[in-house]
Nanobody, 116 residues
Framework: QVQLVESGGGLVQPGGSLRLSCAASGNIRVINVMGWYRQAPGKLRELVASISNGGSTQIVDSVKGRFTISRDKAKNMVYLQMNSLKPEDTAIYYC??????????WGQGTQVTVSS
């Protein structure tokens, strides 16, 4: 069993910044991919950014240049630095981990609200 604990969400004004963190713990042999998804009200959950065990990153076009994903392999943590936030970034953000090549776990989600 793998547990994911997210932190860092909150309310921020447009143009502001937030940093999300996610810590993975449990009986893990290897973490293959760590990523962040988001789901806005009435919309499907979408991938925001991911980072592989080798360090390759994938970022959705709508946040390129504003969001950065990084990972601390020693601590089994992944971060999402979000700058120049826009109201359309408002959503619940979920951490996801692919581990031991075929297993997947989700965090409980953290609310990000961008509003003046």
């Amino acid at each position: 069993q793998v547990q994911l604990v997210e932190s860092g969400g909150g309310l921020v004004q447009p143009g502001g910044s937030l940093r999300l963190s996610c810590a993975a713990s449990g009986n893990i042999r290897v973490i293959n991919v760590m990523g962040w998804y988001r789901q806005a009200p009435g919309k499907l959950r979408e991938l925001v950014a991911s980072i592989s065990n080798g360090g390759s990153t994938q970022i959705v076009d709508s946040v390129k240049g504003r969001f950065t994903i990084s990972r601390d392999k020693a601590k089994n943590m992944v971060y999402l630095q979000m700058n120049s936030l826009k109201p359309e970034d408002t959503a619940i953000y979920y951490c996801n981990v692919i581990w031991d090549w075929s297993s997947s776990s989700w965090g409980q989600g953290t609310q990000v609200t961008v509003s003046s």
